[in-house]
């Protein structure tokens, strides 16, 4: 094979990665920015309530997790409504006994359509689980901005998971309700 060939093979070769890589950062930062639908799901029929807010995730991770979570709470005499963030929703949080807001993280960035939801939909003196779905599951920093969007009154609670930890979520979940 000559010298020429073998670098038009690399050259093309790199070419490839690079197309591939920067269809995977633009489909990831879409997603944290996508609009869907308000879709409410409802999990239970317990006497309590429980309000879950997520962004989707490109594979359908947080989905998993946050129907794990509304499982564990339906078992626990919950009545769970599930939907996505939007400016359309109008729950009143006031009426929940608790709250989860969650979604995923792309290059160090959570969904700013999550976090505009928060900001303008404020509660008080409610139990919130934000909860995020992450391969640096050390890294609190995501985690931590949305948090304080919650305010001082509210007890805070915060989980990052990877996609398959439903079992961690589903006990943290069921340790919060007790408290
Ligand atoms: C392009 C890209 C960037 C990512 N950036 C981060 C990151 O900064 N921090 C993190 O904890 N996880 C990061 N992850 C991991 C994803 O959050 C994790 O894979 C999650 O499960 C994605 O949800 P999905 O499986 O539904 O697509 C990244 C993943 C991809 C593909």
């Known amino acids: 094979m000559s010298l020429e060939l073998l670098i038009l093979?690399?050259?093309?070769?790199?070419?490839?990665c690079i197309l591939y890589i920067s269809v995977i950062v633009k489909k990831s930062v879409e997603c944290l920015n996508r609009t869907y639908e308000p879709d409410e799901i409802t999990v239970g029929e317990g006497k309590k309530l429980a309000l879950i807010i997520y962004q989707p995730t490109r594979h359908g991770s947080i989905e998993?997790?946050?129907m794990a979570i509304a499982e564990e709470l339906a078992l626990n005499d919950y009545k769970v409504i599930l939907n996505y963030p939007s400016k359309l929703l109008n729950y009143r949080l006031n009426e929940y006994d608790l709250i989860c807001f969650g979604g995923g993280v792309y290059f160090s960035r959570t969904s700013p359509?999550?976090?505009?939801?928060?900001?303008s939909n404020?509660?008080?003196?409610?139990?919130v689980l934000v909860?995020?779905?992450?391969?640096?599951?050390?890294?609190?920093?995501e985690i931590n901005e949305l948090a304080v969007l919650l305010g001082g009154s509210n007890k805070v609670y915060k989980a990052k998971?990877?996609?398959?930890q439903t079992k961690e979520v589903r006990n943290?979940?069921?340790s919060i309700i007790k408290e």
């Open 64 to 66: 998993n997790i946050s």
């Open 113 to 119: 359509i999550l976090s505009d939801y928060i900001l």
């Open 131 to 141: 909860y995020l779905v992450g391969r640096l599951v050390d890294e609190e920093k």
């Open 161 to 164: 998971v990877k996609k398959d």
């Open 172 to 174: 943290l979940v069921s």
């Open 9 to 16: 093979i690399v050259f093309i070769l790199l070419l490839v």
């Open 122 to 127: 404020p509660c008080k003196n409610k139990k």
